[in-house]
């Protein structure tokens, strides 16, 4: 690595100042920056550790019974908290994913966000959810939709001189389920060939009437199958709809051949992981 310089602020003000400078990095946990500057993957002259910016590792409720997350929380602080096994199950088992006990221990929630890598594993849950990104910068604060967020594999929609202030998830409607599932060529410490994360909501009779599905691992960035969703939309939560639905994700996505999968093999576990993950979400509202 290059001779960096080291900033330490202790408020939301300092630390946009530090990151306004040229060559700035924001450091978190630091589990996947600092690899990518050992190899030269990504360049920095200037490191800004977040860790003590008090109101960036934050957990507080919203006025509506929803969640504010601070992007400095660690995934070990999320699976601690309450409130995300109990409110928001799928999210804490995609926490509980991320690499091993140690790396839980360090990586944060907002930096599995900003790697924006297309295989992070919190994000398909933190899509379905319908989580919200606030940002804030020189020009002001905005909130976008989270799979807005990102542009590419390493890249997002942040603008110069913003910092991702927190993470918003709202309140969840009482017959509503959502499940995440990942297939890895080993059970633990590996990145996700492909993720699929659903969430189904139900009416009176037992109908679907809103479904997010989001999957992992097979485009640029996490995205949605749209084509799935409106294949829910209306019809009973049984096994013949979770099949048309799984069958719609996997024409959905047009992924890459790599040293991890084919694209063939990637279309095909999307079909099985997304109709898993629906019957699992239907066994919850059952239960």
Avoid at 65 to 87: H, K, M
Avoid at 108 to 136: E, F, K, R
Avoid at 253 to 258: F, H, Y
């Amino acid at each position: 690595m290059n001779q960096l310089s080291y900033e330490r602020p202790t408020s939301l003000a300092g630390a946009q100042h530090a990151l306004a400078k040229p060559g700035a990095q924001a450091l978190a946990g630091g589990t996947d920056l600092i690899v990518q500057l050992r190899e030269r993957r990504r360049k920095a002259d200037v490191l800004v550790d977040l860790k003590h910016v008090a109101e960036l590792r934050e957990i507080g409720e919203t006025a509506d019974g929803g969640l504010l997350v601070g992007p400095s929380a660690s995934a070990t602080d999320l699976l601690r908290d309450g409130r995300i096994p109990e409110r928001y199950p799928a999210l804490a088992t995609s926490l509980g994913m991320i690499g091993s006990r140690q790396i839980q221990n360090r990586g944060t929630l907002g930096g599995n966000v900003c790697n924006a890598a297309p295989s992070a594993d919190a994000i398909p849950p933190l899509i379905c959810y319908g989580a919200q990104c606030h940002l804030v910068g020189p020009g002001g604060e905005r909130t976008i939709a989270i799979e807005e967020f990102f542009k590419g594999p390493g890249k997002t929609n942040l603008a110069d001189g913003e910092i991702l202030a927190r993470i918003v998830l709202p309140p969840q409607p009482a017959k509503a389920a959502a499940h995440y599932l990942r297939f890895t060529p080993r059970r633990e410490m590996d990145i996700a060939v492909v993720g699929a994360g659903v969430w189904l909501a139900l009416d009176d009779n037992n109908h679907i009437e809103a479904a997010r599905i989001a999957l992992a691992s097979v485009a640029p960035t996490p995205i949605r199958s749209c084509s799935a969703e409106a294949a829910l939309l209306n019809r009973p939560a049984n096994a013949e709809t979770f099949a048309k639905a799984a069958l719609a994700a996997k024409e959905d996505v047009t992924p890459i051949s790599d040293t991890r999968g084919s694209a063939e093999y990637r279309k095909s576990l999307v079909e099985t992981l997304t109709r898993r993950a629906l019957e699992a979400c239907a066994a919850q509202l059952q239960s």
